[in-house]
């Protein structure tokens, strides 16, 4: 056991701070709670990488609801020396190799207990990051979608779900270290098809809680009673900053947006979300198309290819392709940093692939001209007439 006996809180507190530094604590949990707020029940402790740098994620748990804060370990180490004995009487510390727990009586007396840690809690901290999800588990919104049970346990039936979830947030959250935003303001997103909300309120819930970023989420459902299902959730479980609203990609105007969503926009659906990106000047937007029947009548194969393209999936596959790569040679012309890439793995949805879009600080009007000449020259190998996103874009240069 690396822990020298402790005999006294000030012991403890040298061992969490000597341990935070080795990257040898696992987690904290405070409990017996005896402060005024009559709610709280615990508070678990972990740590956590968050944009390179090290922090402790303090997950209050109320009988309601919980409510994460992040700290740097100097901070963190002041809110627990200021938490630990006053409001919670009980602490239980897990190290890599041993556990030690603290108990203060009615009166006020010390009792430290020592134990060697069980061997599945020997792995080294650094794969215990590696596996960190980057939505916690234990989110009460979780519980009410029915993602997890009453118990915070995941539901079997939605492990893709929540798989897809947390890749998604994982790319939100790349795609927002790299944008040229303020970080210093408040977000504005908007998710188009945002169905029951997974996703709406998992990143509402990662800009509030995990960033704290005060952020405005609006959903946008075709469907009204979705939306009307999604904001009882959403009032019930206090997300204020998280709103839904009926309509579609065609009827919601541009406003403030800095983030644009839609995931699996079937057809051009997905060419008046882009649209609707480039127009409100979003820095980010991400896309999951769905659908390529646009493109797919038009093509026009050479006789080359005619062998290949005679079996229905190829055919498809080619379509998707060309028409995914006019989407984003266009963000590139309008400004954009444009990446394609599988989304979630063909195990999960066969809908996987995701473009990405993140705003330029400047633009080059020389490298837009070769790429829009880029554009021209693909539509006229496959005999395209008309693309969706090109003919919106070119009628928005002419209203404007």
Same mark, same amino acid.
Request: aromatic share 6%; with cysteine.
């Given at each position: 056991?690396?822990?020298?006996?402790?005999? &006294?809180?000030?012991?403890?507190?040298?061992?969490?701070?000597? %341990? @935070? #530094?080795?990257?040898?604590?696992? !987690? +904290?949990?405070? =409990?017996?709670?005896?402060?005024?707020?009559?709610?709280?029940?615990?508070?678990?402790?972990?740590?956590?990488?968050?944009?390179?740098?090290?922090?402790?994620?303090?997950?209050?748990?109320?009988?309601?609801?919980?409510?994460?804060?992040?700290?740097?370990?100097?901070?963190?180490?002041?809110?627990?020396?200021?938490?630990?004995?006053?409001?919670?009487? &009980?602490?239980?510390?897990?190290?890599?190799?041993?556990?030690? %727990? @603290? #108990?203060?009586?009615?009166?006020? !007396? +010390?009792?430290? =207990?020592?134990?060697?840690?069980?061997?599945?809690?020997?792995?080294?901290?650094?794969?215990?990051?590696?596996?960190?999800?980057?939505?916690?588990?234990?989110?009460?919104?979780?519980?009410?979608?029915?993602?997890?049970?009453?118990?915070?346990?995941?539901?079997?039936?939605?492990?893709?779900?929540?798989?897809?979830?947390?890749?998604?947030?994982?790319?939100?959250?790349?795609?927002?270290?790299?944008?040229?935003?303020?970080?210093?303001?408040?977000?504005?997103?908007?998710?188009?098809?945002?169905?029951?909300?997974?996703?709406?309120?998992?990143?509402?819930?990662?800009?509030?809680?995990?960033?704290?970023?005060?952020?405005?989420?609006?959903?946008?459902?075709?469907?009204?009673?979705?939306?009307?299902?999604?904001?009882?959730?959403?009032?019930?479980?206090?997300?204020?900053?998280?709103?839904?609203?009926?309509?579609?990609?065609?009827?919601?105007?541009?406003?403030?947006?800095?983030?644009?969503?839609?995931?699996?926009?079937?057809?051009?659906?997905?060419?008046?979300?882009?649209?609707?990106?480039?127009?409100?000047?979003?820095?980010?937007?991400?896309?999951?198309?769905?659908?390529?029947?646009?493109?797919?009548?038009?093509?026009?194969?050479?006789?080359?290819?005619?062998?290949?393209?005679?079996?229905?999936?190829?055919?498809?596959?080619?379509?998707?392709?060309?028409?995914?790569?006019?989407?984003?040679?266009?963000?590139?012309?309008?400004?954009?940093?444009?990446?394609?890439?599988?989304?979630?793995?063909?195990?999960?949805?066969?809908?996987?692939?995701?473009?990405?879009?993140?705003?330029?600080?400047?633009?080059?009007?020389?490298?837009?001209?070769?790429?829009?000449?880029?554009?021209?020259?693909?539509?006229?190998?496959?005999?395209?007439?008309?693309?969706?996103?090109?003919?919106?874009?070119?009628?928005?240069?002419?209203?404007?």
């Amino acid at each position: 056991m690396s822990a020298a006996v402790l005999n &006294s809180l000030e012991d403890f507190y040298r061992l969490l701070s000597t %341990q @935070l #530094e080795s990257n040898g604590v696992v !987690k +904290l949990l405070l =409990s017996k709670y005896r402060g005024q707020d009559k709610s709280l029940n615990r508070l678990n402790i972990r740590p956590l990488t968050l944009q390179n740098e090290a922090v402790l994620s303090f997950v209050y748990e109320h009988q309601t609801n919980h409510i994460t804060k992040n700290h740097n370990h100097q901070n963190a180490l002041l809110e627990i020396t200021t938490l630990l004995g006053d409001d919670f009487k &009980s602490a239980y510390l897990t190290l890599q190799d041993s556990e030690i %727990q @603290l #108990e203060f009586s009615k009166k006020g !007396k +010390l009792k430290i =207990s020592q134990h060697k840690a069980k061997q599945m809690q020997t792995m080294p901290a650094a794969h215990n990051r590696e596996k960190h999800r980057y939505v916690d588990i234990q989110r009460p919104f979780l519980t009410a979608l029915k993602v997890t049970d009453k118990n915070q346990k995941l539901i079997p039936a939605m492990s893709n779900k929540w798989k897809q979830i947390n890749k998604f947030i994982e790319i939100f959250s790349q795609a927002l270290e790299v944008s040229p935003r303020d970080t210093s303001t408040p977000l504005n997103v908007v998710d188009f098809g945002s169905g029951k909300g997974y996703l709406t309120f998992a990143i509402h819930d990662y800009l509030r809680h995990t960033l704290q970023n005060d952020a405005q989420v609006t959903g946008v459902e075709l469907r009204q009673a979705l939306a009307d299902l999604c904001n009882q959730t959403a009032a019930t479980l206090d997300h204020h900053g998280l709103d839904f609203v009926c309509g579609d990609v065609k009827t919601h105007a541009p406003k403030q947006t800095d983030v644009m969503i839609a995931l699996h926009a079937c057809d051009v659906a997905t060419d008046y979300a882009i649209h609707y990106g480039i127009r409100a000047n979003a820095s980010i937007i991400m896309c999951s198309p769905c659908c390529h029947k646009q493109i797919r009548p038009q093509m026009q194969s050479p006789e080359l290819f005619q062998p290949m393209l005679q079996y229905g999936v190829h055919l498809g596959q080619q379509a998707e392709m060309v028409t995914d790569s006019l989407r984003a040679l266009l963000l590139e012309a309008n400004g954009y940093t444009t990446k394609v890439f599988e989304f979630i793995s063909l195990e999960h949805t066969n809908k996987n692939k995701m473009i990405l879009a993140i705003k330029k600080p400047s633009t080059n009007a020389k490298e837009q001209a070769k790429i829009l000449t880029q554009i021209a020259n693909i539509k006229t190998y496959y005999g395209i007439k008309d693309h969706c996103l090109e003919s919106l874009l070119n009628e928005s240069l002419i209203q404007g």
